[in-house]
């Protein structure tokens, strides 16, 4: 992931140079963060290579925070569940802006619960309960990252300034967005694990809005919950020994965010 970071902030930088006098970017501004998630159920469809084809019907899921790494492994910013926001502002006013948005979020469908399943596993047809235990049956997770990559547009509304009436101190935000998911699927079939690799396996749309607190002339925190939906249309689910599985489900989530960033403004 640290990768995927450091290669969106190359371009975004090559990105700001090249085009930012051509349509009128009047500043930036970077951000990172982290969140906490909650996941509706969703019914995963599983397809594997050695022609099982089944679902999952109206499973729970969980996000997995990991916030102890922040003082556990202070230097590895990126185990957390973490945002970052690269953001161009579009007015002089620097009240409406487009940004790229990644959000690693990890999503863990709950061990040992009863899910109803349909289809054909084994060379068997199914229409019954089950447990979902990986020793015995799978296990499903997006834990290096569900990872939701999209652009957003960014509206700001100042409601307060600083006591000398110099600056913007609190304004309220608002941003819409749509884009593309990169997860990372770890699939447990009956005990065999396999962390898959990333790759581009679906879309995702989102509402966000919250607020931004300026505590000094550049620095600022934001704070904003996100409501969204995500299909996953081709997940990897392969094992060791088994490849072309996938996994298709979309579900909805509900995201709170804490952010701190920098303003940084284009020379005329």
């Not at 447990?188 to 966000?208: M, Q």
């Amino acid at each position: 992931m640290r990768k995927i970071f450091l290669s969106w902030m190359l371009i975004a930088n090559v990105f700001s140079i090249t085009y930012a006098q051509k349509i009128t970017f009047h500043g930036m501004y970077l951000q990172w963060g982290y969140n906490k998630e909650w996941y509706t159920h969703s019914n995963i469809h599983v397809t594997m290579s050695n022609g099982n084809n089944f679902i999952l019907h109206n499973v729970s899921a969980k996000d997995k925070p990991d916030y102890e790494a922040i003082y556990q492994a202070p230097t590895d910013i990126s185990i957390p569940q973490y945002n970052y926001r690269i953001g161009f502002y579009l007015n002089k006013e620097n009240t409406r802006s487009v940004e790229l948005n990644f959000d690693h979020a990890k999503y863990v469908v709950t061990n040992f619960q009863k899910a109803h399943i349909t289809g054909n596993i084994n060379g068997v047809q199914v229409n019954g309960d089950s447990i979902l235990d990986p020793a015995s049956f799978l296990h499903i997770e997006h834990t290096d990252g569900a990872n939701w990559l999209h652009l957003n547009y960014a509206s700001q509304h100042e409601i307060m300034k600083n006591l000398k009436k110099t600056r913007k101190m609190v304004t309220l935000i608002w941003k819409a967005g749509a884009g593309i998911n990169i997860p990372r699927t770890d699939f447990t079939w009956k005990g065999e694990r396999l962390n898959n690799d990333f790759h581009v396996a679906g879309y995702n749309i989102s509402l966000e809005a919250g607020a931004r607190y300026y505590f000094a002339k550049r620095w600022f925190l934001e704070g904003t919950g996100k409501s969204g939906y995500v299909r996953y249309v081709n997940a990897l689910a392969c094992t060791k020994t088994m490849s072309g599985n996938r996994l298709h489900h979309g579900f909805g989530y509900f995201e709170l965010i804490a952010l701190v960033g920098y303003d940084i403004r284009f020379k005329k």
